[in-house]
C-alpha cells in the first residue's frame, strides 16, 4: 500500500493524503453511527488530480486484488445513510472533493451556472443569488453539504413541490469514471437527445457509478415576494384537499407544502421556549405554505388569501396566518426545521424518510398509526414532511418514560417492518430522499423489485467491473 | 423461423402476427426515407404477451444465432431519425404497442395518470383534460404519434420551456426487459431515492433497452387563460434579451417562446394563403409567446402587456401583438406549426434539429449562416425553433431555380458538417428532441464524447447482451 500512498502524495501533494491524526471529520458519519476507518483520506484539488487517484487506484487493485482497495467520493460528508465514510476495513481511501470548490461560470442569458462538486450548496445559493438568479434547493444541512454531495444522492429538501430534486435542477455533469477517464459532460443544454441519459445514471448513484467532479445547474429568476402561511388542517384528508387547492390557486408559485403533526409541533413547543408554535394546540395538523410570486409581494398576499379564503369555505382549513413580513416567515420556517432537533431533545428515536403517493397518505399514516399502537402501546409517532411530495419524515418515538436507548435498540427492526411493509402495501418507497448507502441496502433486497435489482446490478458491472468505487452501497454485487 | 411465427400467434393470437400485404404502416418511416422488410409485424395487447413475445424471441436468438432475429419496438411511427422501423434483412420484428391504449388509471390527488405506451398522445392530453387537468407535452405528430414513442426518444415540443421534456413529465415506467421480464416501475412517487434511475434509461433509449409499455405521468393544474402574443424583435440578440425579460416577468407562467427567421415565415406567407403572418416584413424575428396563467385571462393580458411595454422600451420588441381571443392565439401558432409544410412545399430540404446554451445562440446563428453562404452561395436558410431551450431547426434549403434533389444528394454531407461542427464547436448538440435512430448514430462517433459512447456501450452489452433489442440505433457495439 506504501507504493499507492506515494503515487498519490505524487499526484496531489503530500499535505493532502492524510493517513495520520483524529480523520473522524471524514471517517465518521453525520449522525455518527458509523465509525470507520481510511486507508487515506485523498484530497485532490482538479479533475485531472481526481482522474489521476482514479486511474493510480484502479491500476493499483488490478494488480493486488487481494487488497480489497476502494474508494469512498465525500463531499460535505452531512448524508443520512452511511454513505460517504469508510467502513472499518482500513482499505478504502476517502477521495474528499471539499477543495474542489470553484463557481467555474455563470450564464445569465443561458439560465446556469457551472459549479465544482465541493461548493458547499449555501454559497451556491449565494453565488446565484448575487448574479440576480435563484437556485433553488435547499435543505437543512446547506451550509455544509456540498453540491457534489446532493446530486450524488439526489437530495430533495424543500422545494421539490416547485422544482424537483437535485436531478432535475442539473443540467449536465463533469464525472471521472471508475478506470479514471473524463466524461465532459457540463452541457448546459436543456434538449440533446444523443444517447442514454448518463447524466441522471450518476445522479442518485451515490458515487458507485463515478465521481461526479463539476455540474452545470439551472438557475430560475428571483421571485419578487415570497410569502410563507401556516394553516391549521383538522385531518390529514384535509391536508391533501388543501394541497389540491393550493395548486389550482396558485399554479407554479406555490413553492412550499409542509405538513405536521400536533406531536411533532408540540415538541418543538416544549424544548423551544423562545419560538411561539401557532394554531397546533387546536389541530391535529398544520401546514405550512409557500408562495413565490414572480410579480409583487402586494399580489403574493391576496393570491394567498384568496386560497385560505376559498379552504376556509372548504372546510379543509380551520384557521390560519400570513406571515407579515421576513422575519416572521423565518419564523415559521425555523418551526418546521426545528422538528428533527426536538426530537433529538426528547430522546433517541427511529427515522423514516418514506413516500407514498399523496393520494395514499391518509390511508397510510391510519393504518400505519394503528398498527404501531397495537404493537407498540404508547408509541409516538412524529409526523411532519413534504406532503406535496408525498415524503413523509414518519418517525417514532418511545412511549413516555421508556428509556430511548432500550426501545430504539429492542423495537428498531420490528418497527421498520411494519413501516416498510406498509410502504410497500401502499406503492411507496423506503428512501425518498435519504438515499440507500450501507444502511438501507440489505432492506432493499426485500422492498425493491429483483428485476430492478438486476438491473441495477448489470449497470455497476459493466461500468465499475472491479468494483472499486464504493463497494456495497446502494447495491450488492452478489444477489 | 416457421416455430417462432407460430408461438407468437400462439401468445398474441393469428390475426395481430402480420406477415403477408401491405405492411408499408409500420415498415415505412415517417418522413418515408427508410423502406424495411419485417419478419413479421407482432401486435401484442397486454404487457404480458408483450414480455412473452420477447422471452419467445430471446430464446429463439439463443438458440439460433445466426438467425439475426432482432426486435423493432414502435409505437406511431412519427419518429424522424428512422429508430421505430425495420431494416431490408427481413430478421426484424416489429414490435407494435398499437393495441395496448388503454388509460389504467388518474390519481386527481396525486396529479397523475397511467396510461398504455400504445395511448395517442391527443388522448392522453383530452383524458386529462376531461378529468380537470393539464398534460403539457405538445408537439406537431399528437395525432398521430403514442406517449410510448414519446417517452422511447424523449421528447421535445413546445412547451418544454416551462414542462421539460417527455422525460420530466414522466414520473414511473412499466417495461419488458430484453430478457422478457417485466420491470413494475409504475410509482407515481415524486421521491424516490432506492437505487439507479431506471427510469430515465430508458426514457430515450429508442428501445434499445427494453421496451416502455406503459407510464404514469405528470399532471398539471389547468391554467385560467393562455394568452398567446407576437412580438417583432430586430436581431438575434434581441431575441435572446426578450427571453430574459420574458422570464423575469412572467416566471413560470411562460409556457412558449417560439422564434422563427423571417424567411421562414416568407414561406408561410407564400404558400399559405389563408394565414396572414404578422409583422414578419420589417422585422428580421418574431417570437410567439405564451402566457400560461393560473389566475385569470385579465391578470395574463395585463402581466403579458407590462412585458411587452418593458421590451418595447428596451428595444429588443419593436412592435407587437396580442391575441384577443382563442382564434387568433390558434392562428398565430398554426403560423408556427405551418413553417416545416411551407417549406416542404418550397422543396426538399437539410433539416437540423439541434440545440445550443442560449447564449451562444445569436454567434452561432451569425457564424454558421456566413459559413454556408460562403459555402454554397445563394443558399436560403430557414431558422426557427424553441428559443426558450436553446432548441433551433435549421434547416437548410437550395439556392432559387437550383434543384432541390439534386440540392439535397449533394450537399447534405458538407452542410450536415458544416453545422454539426459549428454544434460542435459552440457546446450544443446535434439532436436535441428527435433521438438518434439509424440516421444519426454514426454521426455520434465523432460528435460525443467517446467516455459517453463507451459507457453507452457498456450499458448496452450489460443489460441486451444478445443484442436483441433494437440493435444499430442510438448506439453500435462495436466501436
Redesign the interface.
Known amino acids: 500500500m506504501q507504493n499507492l500512498l506515494s503515487e498519490l502524495k505524487a499526484i496531489v501533494g503530500s499535505a493532502h493524503v492524510l493517513t495520520e491524526g483524529d480523520l473522524s471529520a471524514w471517517t465518521q458519519d453525520w449522525r455518527k453511527r458509523s465509525h470507520g476507518k481510511a486507508l487515506a483520506v485523498v484530497r485532490p484539488a482538479s479533475t485531472d488530480e481526481v482522474a489521476q487517484v482514479v486511474k493510480a487506484c484502479a491500476d493499483f487493485l488490478t494488480q493486488h486484488p487481494e487488497s480489497g482497495l476502494s474508494i469512498v467520493p465525500q463531499g460535505g460528508n452531512t448524508g443520512l445513510v452511511v454513505g460517504s465514510t469508510p467502513d472499518e476495513t482500513g482499505r478504502q481511501i476517502v477521495l474528499s472533493l471539499q477543495r474542489m470548490n470553484a463557481v467555474r461560470s455563470v ?6 451556472m457551472t459549479v465544482e462538486a465541493g461548493c458547499i450548496l449555501q454559497a451556491v445559493q449565494e453565488q446565484a443569488e448575487t448574479a440576480g438568479f435563484w437556485f433553488p434547493l435547499s435543505l437543512a444541512a446547506e451550509g455544509s453539504c456540498t453540491i457534489g454531495g446532493n446530486l450524488g ?2 437530495a ?1 429538501g424543500t422545494q ?3 422544482f ?2 437535485a ?2 435542477l442539473c443540467l449536465g455533469l463533469e464525472v471521472v ?1 471508475p478506470q479514471g ?5 457540463l ?12 447524466k ?2 450518476y ?3 451515490e458515487g458507485t ?1 463515478g465521481i461526479i467532479t463539476a455540474a452545470t445547474l439551472k438557475l ?2 428571483l ?1 419578487k415576494a415570497q410569502l410563507t402561511a401556516w394553516a391549521a388542517v383538522p385531518s390529514m384528508e384535509a391536508a ?1 384537499q388543501l ?2 387547492l393550493a ?7 406555490l413553492t412550499g407544502f409542509e405538513m405536521m403533526g400536533q406531536f411533532a409541533l408540540s415538541l418543538v413547543a416544549r424544548h423551544f421556549d423562545n419560538l411561539r408554535v401557532p394554531l397546533f394546540q387546536e389541530s391535529a395538523f398544520c401546514v405550512l405554505l409557500e408562495n413565490a ?3 409583487s409581494e402586494t399580489h403574493a398576499r391576496s ?1 394567498l388569501e384568496s386560497l385560505l379564503e376559498a379552504a376556509l369555505a372548504e372546510g379543509c382549513v380551520t384557521d390560519a396566518v400570513v406571515a407579515e413580513n421576513l422575519a416572521q416567515a423565518q419564523t415559521l420556517w425555523q418551526i418546521r426545521e426545528s422538528i428533527p432537533l426536538a426530537q433529538a431533545q426528547e430522546g433517541l428515536n427511529i427515522k423514516h424518510d418514506i ?6 397518505f391518509a390511508t397510510f399514516v391510519t393504518r400505519t398509526d394503528a398498527q404501531l399502537a397495537q404493537a407498540i402501546p404508547g408509541v409516538r409517532l412524529v409526523n411532519f414532511g ?1 406532503l406535496g ?3 413523509l419524515h414518519y418517525n417514532v418515538q418511545a412511549p413516555v418514560g421508556q428509556d430511548a436507548a432500550v426501545f430504539l435498540q429492542e423495537q428498531e427492526a420490528r418497527v421498520n417492518q411494519i413501516v416498510f411493509d406498509a410502504v410497500l402495501a401502499h ?10 448507502g450501507s444502511l ?1 441496502v440489505d432492506h ?1 433486497s426485500h ?3 429483483p ?6 446490478r ?6 465499475d467491473p472491479l468494483n472499486l468505487m464504493n463497494p456495497g452501497r ?2 450488492r454485487l452478489s444477489a
Do not use: C, F
Open positions: 450564464d445569465a442569458a443561458n439560465l446556469t444522492t439526489n430533495g421539490v413541490l416547485r424537483g430534486n436531478r432535475d469514471t477517464d473524463v466524461w465532459q459532460g452541457s448546459g443544454l436543456r434538449k440533446d437527445n444523443t444517447g442514454y441519459d448518463l441522471n445514471l445522479i442518485g448513484a457509478l430560475y429568476p421571485p391533501v394541497l389540491g395548486h389550482q390557486h396558485l399554479g407554479a408559485s410570486d414572480a410579480e393570491q413516500s407514498v403517493p399523496v393520494s395514499a413534504h411530495d408525498g415524503n406503492g411507496g418507497s423506503i428512501s425518498a430522499e435519504h438515499g440507500v438501507k432493499l422492498y425493491k423489485s428485476v430492478a435489482l438486476q438491473t441495477m448489470a449497470i455497476k458491472q459493466a461500468l446502494v447495491v
